[in-house]
């Protein structure tokens, strides 16, 4: 049996367990007839022409499938320097008792599953409405096998006092996990999130999907860490629509992985909106990062700004594409893009890509990329300072990659991830 068939064969016995009534019995079935027609895609596909990931997934994986296992409090990174309600979800289902909820008035977090059965009102405005806008093969995939996940509502005019703390635990290599993230924040309202992704067996795999809404005038603020995903192949998507006067902020993580596609897709509809999109990827060994951003601007007077840095080493592959769509009403657009990244190794490489598409005549846009090595002279005045020469590398790889890290607002997520990349660069300063 092919995946493919296995993949037919699965959501037929799906069908079976969920009622025709039930608020996502439409929503699937849909999902899956677009999956259908999509498909796994091949390096054939335009927007999978560098990252394979076809090949990648085990014909034997089960997209239904659960691993369930007993896990001790330390078992895993709690963060536990970080003040937040952390949701605990093991292979894509929330776990109560390794959660910590801070209640907070007008702050309502919990099991995706619980609220899409007993919220209709919400599931029916929000769920699933803006992956379809997209003909994304893993959105649909996940659309279609939902089970669990986390659900953030901050209702209008509430600053929420604690960041949410959303942390992904895998150790399932049989299964192709579909993980997913509801994330609603009404008008005038503020939250910082935290989305965190651990594997702890040897190899896991997972397709994971974000909604975020950012209602007018509201502010969130997205911090995605992949700090612990050695020998993870995982897709990720982040859906993003943001409101007038509103601003996201989406700083993405990747210091570990077999195979990371990260597919981060905003749609400025609201005038004065704002979105900021920062990267940081380190790939070493035979690793793949792969980074794929659309900013939608429908509407004047909005900004945009991506910037992404990466570092390669090893055999590893690095891959940014980067687009910027200006559509023919949004006059006075602002959108920025820089890609920048350093190889360590002649067998390191990257494939950028960066692209403008402009249908308006009244607006401020640029982009660049930028792939080297690191400057020869400004490691030989180190090493004049008495630097070994390992150091010197590493010091100018910290310095590089820093400006990103710099960028979170969280001042302990700050610092953790500041001693990481020291871990990864053995600076001990």
């Known amino acids: 049996m092919s995946f493919a068939d296995k993949i037919n064969s699965e959501f037929e016995l799906a069908e079976k367990n969920i009622s025709s009534e039930h608020i996502l019995a439409h929503i699937r079935k849909d999902a899956f007839t677009s999956f259908q027609k999509l498909g796994i895609p091949s390096n054939r596909h335009e927007e999978w022409r560098y990252t394979n990931i076809k090949t990648q997934l085990p014909e034997s994986l089960s997209i239904t499938g659960h691993t369930t296992w007993n896990l001790a409090k330390d078992g895993f990174n709690s963060f536990a320097g970080i003040k937040a309600t952390k949701l605990v979800f093991l292979n894509g289902v929330l776990n109560t008792g390794l959660s ?54 901050v209702k209008k005019g509430v600053t929420a006092k604690q960041p949410i703390f959303i942390i992904n635990l895998y150790n399932s290599p049989e299964n192709f996990t579909q993980s997913r993230n ?24 997972y397709n994971h999907v974000s909604e975020c809404f950012v209602g007018n005038n509201a502010d969130l603020n997205v911090t995605k860490l992949q700090t612990a995903t050695q020998h993870t192949t995982a897709v990720h998507t982040l859906e993003a629509e943001v409101e007038r006067d509103a601003k996201f902020t989406c700083t993405t993580i990747s210091l570990e992985a077999k195979l990371i596609r990260n597919t981060t897709n905003v749609r400025l509809s609201g005038e004065n909106s704002e979105a900021r999109l920062n990267g940081l990827y380190y790939g ?32 590893a592959t690095g891959v940014f594409n980067g687009k910027i769509f200006v559509k023919q009403d949004a006059q006075k657009t602002n959108a920025f893009q820089s890609s920048k990244a350093i190889l360590l190794s002649d067998e390191a490489s ?27 002279d400004e490691v030989f005045y180190l090493r004049t300072r008495g630097i070994h020469e ?35 660069l053995h600076l001990d300063f």
Not at 126 to 142: I, P, Q, R, T, W
Not at 184 to 204: A, P, R, Y
């Open 350 to 376: 990257i494939n950028s890509k960066p692209q403008l598409e402009i249908f308006a005549d009244d607006v401020k846009c640029s982009h660049g990329a930028a792939i080297g090595q690191l400057s020869q």
């Open 182 to 205: 509801l994330i609603i924040v009404e008008d005038s309202s503020k939250l910082d999130v935290i989305v965190d992704f651990q594997n702890l067996g040897f190899s896991s795999y």
């Open 100 to 153: 910590t909820i801070i209640e907070e008035t007008g702050v309502t977090v919990g099991s995706l599953k619980e609220h899409l059965s007993h919220n209709k009102g919400l599931t029916e405005k929000y769920f699933g409405k803006l992956v379809k806008k997209y003909e994304d093969h893993f959105s649909m995939l996940n659309t279609a096998f939902v089970n669990d996940g986390a659900f953030v509502h």
């Open 284 to 315: 070493t060994g035979t690793s793949l990062i792969d980074n794929h951003i659309l900013v939608d601007h429908l509407v004047p007077n909005c900004q945009s700004n991506q910037l992404y840095k990466g570092i390669l080493d090893e055999e």
């Open 390 to 424: 390992a150091d010197a590398k590493s010091i100018l790889t910290y310095a590089f990659a820093s400006q990103i890290i710099n960028t979170i607002t969280i001042e302990a997520l700050k610092v953790y991830l500041d001693n990481k990349l020291k871990e990864r």
